[in-house]
């Protein structure tokens, strides 16, 4: 019986293990897995015509006959939607009408002068040029639909007048034509709405689409494409067909959001059927197409993260990990070696590693400011140097951010190589340094590397050290050790924080955050490979 | 010897030497013939300890220890645990100085040179006296690195001299025809026997004088126990050797001459053949028969 219930136990024993494990693995598939996925859609993708534009422009990849040629075809499909907005517009946007008659005025004038007329006609053809603009002018002012018929009617009565054939005041009668056209159809009260909502929809059309085609190119290269990505083209549609509203639905209720389609607000129009022609062509306005944008990893970011890859958030991360554990690893094994080797249990010695546990529970910001005013304001300007934050500041402080989990991994090791490895030398006539160097620090290899491991992931994923020793969220390729740099845990805090291009593209940040996981598991799985390589060879096994 | 040994060893000194005048060595001197068993040799004894005491802090560890230990024989000692058999043993090569707070009385001479002077070196001196361990304990490394070991620490980096002074220890100690196929394996991968003969072979290539013991076939099997006997056997012609054993029947089977410690002190020391067939001492009698305690 007894025998019976040690066997139960022993095997719930192991049946609890395996279950603990096969949880933590779940935890990681979880916690790890949709941060993955979505940091994956950096790299697959649906893009589009812009995609395809935009790698042309910035970054010369593509063929440019093709390139040229679907914008052809995309652009014939767009022609719709530019020429339908347009025409609604000449009946809407009174103040450009103005603008255009008086401008047209004034054209007139200076053909007048060239004509060489005699002064009484002069005068006459001009009274009557500002008759009419001033016509048009209470006719595009008006909200009553008679008086501007009356208007436009007397304005039309000039048209055959043999004196303006062939002058700029043609534009005045195809003003009054155009806009006698689209007043009859648009419903006059709602006018004021109409502009306000046509403005919303130009400017959505214009981050669908980018930049029209014959208006100049914006400075920006943000500003100079559309939608790059089929996903976030997708999310712009459905924007422009429907509008977002929030609403109490019941008093001290959270609030609601209801959506109405935009074409509502432009029901009766000639505008209405456009938002049917967007939602049917879509795909050939912007021609998606599955994309494996492999160059994300080594892209520059072009502006601010909107286009382009981490290239040199790659780099920067790298540099920092690389020179800091250049610093913290002699620097932690000569103290591990002191602390183990060189030194008897003492006052000294227990104050010393206290101030070393100490050290590694101290917050990763407080090393940024001590970075900062030590690193920055202090050892550079005394080197020489400028005393501006630089990758070479940076590192210094992350490996003194890492050196007390190197100094205790390390003394861990040496301690758990066995004495008589050490005595062994010692009898063969090695000194203290030579046993040290030949035999305890080979022996010790293995687990000093465990060290490395802990202190590369630390070093790697550290955000506050670098906040303000070395770390931009934009900036070149970093190209010596005496500029600032980018790195990904930086990237993707200043993109949370920063300002609003995080939302814009999600993607990119957790694109940056799982390129950082793989980064560190990356040099993870190196460092163990080595280990393990080190292990059979001191082994033998 | 060889004589391009000697030359090796020579110039190894040299180099040694003029890198540090001051301090005092132990000069290696020409390996006397081996003589009879008879007392009249005493001149010419290697260690000799006169009235030495060690203490470990105020604890004693060995009291008035005054023997001296004679070229080219094997010397056991015996006696019951916590004797100070081991302490007397290491302190022949000073490796008791790893343990904080020692103090010597006495006199403990290597040579004629007391080697608990201030002044003494202490890498020549452990050059001079090589130790084998209770436990096998070779380095985590190649078979080849462990006995090239201690003489890369004398200088020697010419990989040819290297094959050949490795070559001839681990023939020396018995063990070449086991390894000489893969002397590149680790030396963790050898059984227990190997190991231990692998760390006399390692001691062996430092050229000592005299190699000390520490209950060497503790770990082993009686087969490896025998293999290491033999091997003492071969050894002693050129090698002083003091073991310290636990094993009587041993101490009786490979050595010339046995001391006999019990609680620190030198109870009895003689030829072999006397301490075991006619003790002086009660105590001896008693521990030897097993009435001890």
Redesign the interface.
């Known amino acids: 019986m007894r025998i019976f219930v040690r066997t139960i136990f022993d095997k719930t024993f192991t049946v609890t293990t395996y279950l603990v494990v096969l949880m933590i693995i779940a935890l990681l598939v979880i916690i790890l897995g949709p941060m993955l996925s979505r940091g994956l859609s950096a790299v697959i993708f649906k893009d589009t015509i812009e995609f395809r534009k935009m790698q042309f422009a910035l970054f010369n990849r593509g063929v440019e006959s093709r390139i040229l040629q679907e914008t052809k075809e995309t652009n014939a499909f767009r022609q719709k939607i530019y020429q339908t907005i347009d025409k609604f517009k000449q009946g809407i946007d009174t103040e450009a009408l103005t603008e255009k008659a008086r401008k047209i005025y004034r054209e007139f004038g200076q053909q007048l002068r060239y004509k060489e007329l005699p002064p009484e006609q002069f005068t006459i053809l001009r009274t009557q040029a500002k008759e009419i603009r001033d016509k048009l002018e209470t006719a595009f002012a008006s909200q009553d639909k008679s008086e501007i018929a009356s208007c436009i009617n007397n304005v039309l009565q000039y048209r055959d007048d043999q004196e303006f054939k062939d002058t700029a005041t043609e534009g005045f009668f195809k003003l009054a034509l155009e806009f006698k056209n689209s007043v009859e159809k648009t419903d006059l009260s709602k006018h004021y709405l109409y502009v306000k909502s046509l403005q919303e929809l130009e400017s959505l059309i214009i981050e669908l689409l980018g930049p029209r085609p014959d208006e100049p190119l914006p400075s920006t290269a943000m500003n100079q494409f559309g939608s790059t990505r089929w996903d976030i083209a997708q999310r712009i549609r459905d924007k422009i067909l429907w509008t977002e509203q929030w609403v109490e639905h019941k008093p001290n209720e959270s609030l609601i959001k209801i959506k109405t389609l935009r074409a509502e607000q432009f029901a009766g129009t000639d505008i209405e059927p456009l938002f049917g022609y967007i939602k049917d062509n879509i795909e050939q306005i912007l021609k998606p197409r599955a994309k494996f944008y492999w160059q994300y990893f080594i892209d520059d970011s072009t502006p601010g993260h909107y286009f382009g890859g981490v290239g040199p958030e790659i780099l920067g991360t790298l540099l920092l990990t690389v020179i800091s554990m250049l610093f913290a690893v002699p620097i932690g094994i000569i103290a591990a070696a002191y602390l183990t080797e060189c030194s008897?249990e003492n006052l000294i010695i227990k104050i010393i590693r206290m101030c070393i546990n100490t050290l590694a529970g101290v917050p990763s910001i407080v090393f940024g400011l001590f970075g900062l005013s030590f690193f920055v304001l202090f050892f550079l300007p005394l080197l020489g140097f400028p005393s501006k934050p630089c990758i070479l500041a940076a590192s210094l402080t992350l490996a003194i951010l890492t050196l007390p989990v190197m100094i205790r991994a390390s003394e861990e090791a040496i301690r758990s190589v066995?004495e008589?490895?050490k005595?062994?030398?010692?009898?063969?006539?090695?000194?203290k340094f030579?046993t040290f160097m030949?035999?305890t620090m080979?022996?010790a290899l293995p687990g000093i590397l465990t060290g490395i491991i802990l202190s590369l992931s630390r070093v790697a994923g550290e955000t506050a050290p670098v906040l303000f020793t070395g770390a931009v969220a934009l900036g070149p390729m970093p190209s010596s050790i005496f500029h600032s740099t980018r790195t990904l845990s930086y990237g993707s805090y200043d993109m949370a924080v920063g300002d609003r291009i995080a939302m814009m593209v999600p993607h990119n940040q957790y694109g940056m955050v799982a390129v950082l996981v793989m980064l560190i598991l990356c040099l993870n799985i190196m460092a163990i490979v080595v280990r393990s390589r080190m292990f059979r060879?001191?082994?033998?096994? | 010897m060889k004589e391009e040994d000697k030359n090796m060893q020579q110039s190894a000194l040299n180099t040694e030497k003029s890198r540090n005048m001051k301090i005092i060595r132990i000069e290696r001197k020409q390996t006397p013939t081996p003589k009879s068993l008879d007392s009249d040799c005493s001149n010419c004894a290697v260690i000799s300890s006169d009235d030495f005491s060690f203490y470990y802090g105020s604890r004693m560890g060995v009291k008035n220890i005054t023997m001296d230990i004679y070229p080219c024989s094997v010397t056991a000692i015996i006696g019951p645990s916590g004797c100070g058999k081991s302490t007397f043993l290491r302190s022949i090569n000073r490796m008791n100085d790893l343990i904080p707070h020692i103090r010597t009385e006495g006199t403990l001479k290597v040579d004629g040179q007391d080697i608990y002077d201030n002044r003494i070196n202490l890498i020549s001196l452990r050059q001079q006296i090589g130790m084998v361990f209770q436990k096998p304990n070779p380095f985590p490394k190649s078979i080849f690195d462990n006995v090239a070991y201690g003489p890369r620490l004398q200088g020697i980096r010419n990989s040819e001299d290297l094959q050949d002074v490795v070559e001839q220890c681990l023939r020396s100690a018995a063990i070449w025809d086991e390894v000489k196929d893969d002397l590149k394996k680790s030396a963790l991968a050898l059984s227990g026997g190997q190991q231990q003969r692998l760390c006399i072979a390692r001691a062996l290539a430092t050229k000592p004088r005299v190699i000390l013991m520490d209950e060497p076939c503790s770990a082993l099997d009686p087969l490896a126990t025998g293999k290491i006997e033999d091997l003492m056997e071969q050894l002693k012609t050129s090698y002083t050797i003091i073991i310290v054993t636990h094993n009587m029947q041993q101490a009786a089977r490979v050595s010339e001459r046995t001391a006999f410690f019990c609680l620190g002190e030198l109870i009895e020391y003689d030829l072999t053949s006397k301490i075991f067939g006619n003790p002086a001492n009660k105590q001896t009698e008693d521990y030897i028969t097993g009435r001890f305690g």
């Open positions: 008897s066995p008589t490895y005595e062994a030398s010692l009898a063969l006539g090695a000194g030579k030949k035999v080979p022996a060879k001191l082994h033998g096994h």
